[in-house]
């Protein structure tokens, strides 16, 4: 029996909920409820693309200041959306949460979309519309001595923490296999080549074809995806692979909540 959330009045994990439009992968330009859960399995830096865009989830992370019912309450207050983005942080590190999500989803008729990192398998009630995949190369890992957003320096645990699941083959497919739908969604910044040969190596052991793999641009404001915005773009034009750009930042550069 998978695990579910008792008391809808109680705090969860749960650092935003608002509306927005999709801003990346397959279902980008869609209206939907994000949900972003605080807490990550990684801590990510991107050298010149910046620390993670969500980095107060992971690396500072947030305590949670919402409960299940406010994820009923948006639903009610809009009726027209049917989607959701489940995003963190690392959502599957709350497997009550994301199983309860699934409930309310197949209730409703929402389709969910969770972002994660692949770093392990959550079974589900009911499975997943879309699993959103960004598994994490070399060109994440922390930089020892780097200042983090808060001003921390970065160290030997920071980076310890941050290999500790990263690119986990097994549970990725694991899965890929139980949920109805997935794309994978590389970051990179169109010139480390090593990082590109990482992610042919990824996508041959998974099996993935060409048109589920989305190129994102490393980035974490609207000036760092200028510089990744059009390698990334000629690449894929050039390899067949998708494109996805990251329209939330573009538009609103490191504003959070839209």
Known sequence: MNKR?????????????????QSEGSRQGIPTVVIRTTGCTHRCYFGEGGWCDSWYTSIHPEKGKFCFQDIIDIYDEHPYIDEMMLTGGSPLMHPALVNELTHLANERNILITIENEGSFFVPTDYPIGLLSISPKFSNSIPVLGVETPEGKVTDEKMIKQHNKHR?????IKKM????????IKPVWDGKDMKVLEEIYDFIEKLGA??????FMPAGDTRQSLFNSYPLVMD?????????TGRAHIMAFNDQREV
Do not use: M
């Open 209 to 214: 074809p060409k048109s589920k793999v989305w």
């Open 235 to 243: 690449f894929c034009r050039d390899n067949g692979f998708r494109f």
């Open 5 to 21: 959330i008792a008391d809808y009045q109680k705090n969860l994990p749960i650092v935003e909920v608002y509306t927005a439009v």
């Open 167 to 171: 690119l986990n083959i097994e549970a």
């Open 176 to 183: 890929i296999e139980f949920h109805d739908d997935y794309h």
